[in-house]
Nanobody
């Protein structure tokens, strides 16, 4: 059974940084495209970043380019989202996802996904 568990969220001041982690079990992340989404209060869930299954395509939403970095550790079967220079508008619940399609994350950040973790809250406030 495919399972994703996020961690690493918290309360951080503007300009601060965090590392979000997503541990996968029941499957190998190396065989999947991976991604991060977020959902702010009262807003729809939006794609933040992704890496295609082949690893040849990495994409970021314009709002996070230069501040967020997605990666995965094959040995730990874990994906990460390193976030720096956080802004209050980054406040949201962050979700990781893994998709088996070879076309998911090919050239742009997808608008949806089918496999989700439970989410981790990131709050940026002074």
């Amino acid at each position: 059974q495919l399972q994703l568990v996020e961690s690493g969220g918290g309360l951080v001041q503007p300009g601060g940084s965090l590392r979000l982690s997503c541990a996968a079990s029941g499957f190998s992340l190396d065989d999947y495209a991976i991604g991060w989404f977020r959902q702010a209060p009262g807003k729809e869930r939006e794609g933040v970043s992704c890496i295609s299954r082949s690893g040849s395509s990495t994409n970021y939403a314009d709002s996070v380019k230069g501040r967020f970095t997605i990666s995965r550790d094959k040995a730990k079967n874990t994906m990460y989202l390193d976030v720096v220079n956080l802004k209050p508008e980054d406040t949201a619940v962050y979700y990781c996802t893994a998709e088996h399609s070879p076309y998911w994350c090919s050239g742009f950040v997808p608008t949806g996904a089918t496999n989700w973790g439970q989410g981790t809250q990131v709050t940026v406030s002074s």
